[in-house]
């Protein structure tokens, strides 16, 4: 008799919580089968990539076409967000603990994308600006970890980069440096995707919308 195949779920360890590789590759709502009919650069590299989606796309009134700097791929109708408590959780670590909390998610993401060997050099610098530990002597309760972690990992790459825009200097490292290698990556990832879509990288992105939250 044939043996029944198993397949282990594999798991990431996120700070004190633990989530799956679904839970860590597939933002929310995520559609991609359309991917290969969008060929403006705001949607390469959905959905983990791309910026907020083009609100007059969906109504036939985006005159920018196929250079439009907006996502024309689905989205979800509600983004993935963090509520009130775990956003107020990642504003109250400083940017190095931030830094230690992401990485294990930004690095799963990141590695779908590309995993050459300039892709591993830039997600080990920014991880090299992370603490030792992501909470202090005053961790929140194993279940707000579990959950915080879970919400991060419905996020997509771009929101998670993005989040470290937000979070407070610590001794010498500061956030604007955190930035800089946040910035260089996500980059490097489009840079990556469009080559790989045999289109022209990635220009400047609008102002308002390099490497932010929706």
């Known amino acids: 008799a044939a043996a029944a195949a198993t397949t282990a779920t594999r798991t990431t360890t996120v700070g004190g919580g633990t989530v799956t590789e679904d839970e860590i590759l597939a933002?929310?709502?995520a559609e991609t089968a359309m991917v290969d009919r969008c060929r403006n650069p705001g949607s390469f590299g959905h959905p983990q990539l791309c910026p907020r989606a083009c609100i007059h796309y969906s109504l036939g009134r985006c005159t920018a076409s196929d250079a439009c700097l907006f996502c024309h791929l689905p989205h979800s109708k509600r983004t993935p967000h963090l509520d009130k408590r775990h956003r107020?959780?990642?504003?109250?670590?400083?940017?190095?603990?931030c830094i230690t909390l992401l990485m294990p998610l930004v690095r799963a993401?990141?590695?779908?994308?590309?995993?050459?060997?300039a892709t591993i050099e830039l997600l080990d610098r920014l991880q090299e600006l992370?603490?030792?530990s992501v909470f202090g002597p005053s961790p929140p309760t194993p279940?707000?970890?579990r959950q915080l972690v879970v919400a991060l990992g419905k996020l997509s790459l771009r929101v998670l980069l993005g989040?470290?825009?937000r979070c407070n200097s610590?001794?010498?490292l500061t956030n604007r440096t955190a930035i800089h290698h946040a910035d260089a990556l996500l980059r490097h990832l489009q840079g990556c995707f469009a080559n790989q879509a045999n289109e022209p990288i990635i220009a400047a992105l609008p102002e308002d919308d390099q490497c932010s939250e929706p």
């Open 170 to 172: 610590s001794g010498q």
């Open 109 to 117: 993401k990141a590695l779908t994308i590309d995993t050459s060997d």
């Open 88 to 97: 107020d959780l990642m504003k109250s670590l400083p940017v190095d603990r």
């Open 143 to 145: 279940t707000v970890q």
């Open 27 to 29: 933002p929310a709502g």
């Open 163 to 165: 989040s470290l825009h």
């Open 130 to 132: 992370g603490a030792p």
